[in-house]
């Protein structure tokens, strides 16, 4: 899975310049942006994997189960609807579950056996579980170095009149 922080983004957030801080900052945002945006299609289409082998061993109609599916994955869910951003389905993480989905043959999840379609939705949640684990890690870096925003502008070290000049 291509992360593309570097090393500079581990440094103690108390060393950095306040621009460092804040940009680091925005990047990370910016790249969570993505991650969220790859989290949230591969939880969809894990979803519909599932939902096919529902119907599947129901022998009944889920249409309406598919619609929920995708309101709740497309509306970024209950917890935390995604900050705007643009086109996101060029990034790599993108490409690599775009690439996991075509192997193993998501177009034609209708045709695939039982066999298929349990490997096509242990490939999909394997990559999700990467992608989970790289953003709560991200999660952790972004709330240490908020922190020490709000540290610096409490304790007086950075002017909260600056961030109007941003």
């Not at 790249?31 to 949230?40: I, T």
């Not at 990559?127 to 922190?147: G, N």
């Amino acid at each position: 899975m291509s992360d593309e922080t570097n090393p500079g983004d581990s440094a103690d957030p108390a060393t950095l310049s306040l621009d460092d801080l804040r940009s680091k900052r925005s990047e990370m945002q910016q790249r969570d942006d993505v991650v969220s945006y790859a989290r949230r299609v591969a939880q969809a289409r894990l979803d519909l994997v599932r939902t096919e082998l529902a119907r599947r061993n129901s022998g009944g109609d889920v249409s309406e189960e598919v619609t929920d599916v995708l309101s709740q994955h497309l509306t970024g869910g209950p917890a935390r609807p995604p900050r705007p951003a643009e086109d996101l389905s060029d990034d790599a993480l993108s490409l690599e579950l775009d690439a996991i989905c075509s192997e193993h043959h998501y177009g034609r999840v209708e045709d695939l056996d039982e066999v298929e379609l349990g490997e096509l939705a242990e490939a999909i949640e394997s990559f999700e579980q990467r992608v989970s684990q790289d953003r709560r890690a991200r999660f952790d870096r972004l709330d240490a170095l908020s922190a020490e925003l709000v540290r610096r502008y409490r304790d007086g070290e950075a002017d909260v009149d600056s961030l109007l000049d941003d």
